[in-house]
Nanobody, 124 residues
């Protein structure tokens, strides 16, 4: 069973940085591809970034490419999202999620496990 817990959200000014963490208390973290999604009020959850089980494949949404970096530490059962050059439009609740296949890794419906979310607010 995968159990995901996000942390690291908060309030930051435009241009600032935050690092989100996603810890898995289960024992199968390394079997899964991992992704970050975000949701703003009134909108659907949208894909942000994904990483393969061994970290060898990465994929980013165009809106965060070159500003955000996804990574994972298998020894710590933890995934990270380093967010730099933050903009007000990055304000959202950020969720981490796990999926067993890289196929359609940007699709919300493909993911099997989700964390509870962490709020990121970027002030202008």
């Amino acid at each position: 069973q995968v159990q995901l817990v996000e942390s690291g959200g908060g309030l930051v000014q435009t241009g600032g940085s935050l690092r989100l963490s996603c810890a898995d208390s289960g024992r199968t973290f390394t079997d899964y591809m991992m992704g970050w999604f975000r949701r703003t009020p009134g909108k659907e959850r949208e894909f942000v970034a994904a990483i393969s089980w061994n970290g060898g494949r990465l994929y980013y949404a165009d809106s965060v490419q070159s500003r955000f970096t996804i990574s994972r530490d298998k020894a710590k059962n933890t995934m990270y999202l380093q967010m730099n050059s933050l903009k007000p439009e990055d304000t959202a609740v950020y969720y981490c999620a796990a999926v067993s296949s890289w196929d359609q890794v940007t699709e919300v419906r493909r993911y099997d496990y989700w964390g509870q979310g962490t709020q990121v607010t970027v002030s202008s």
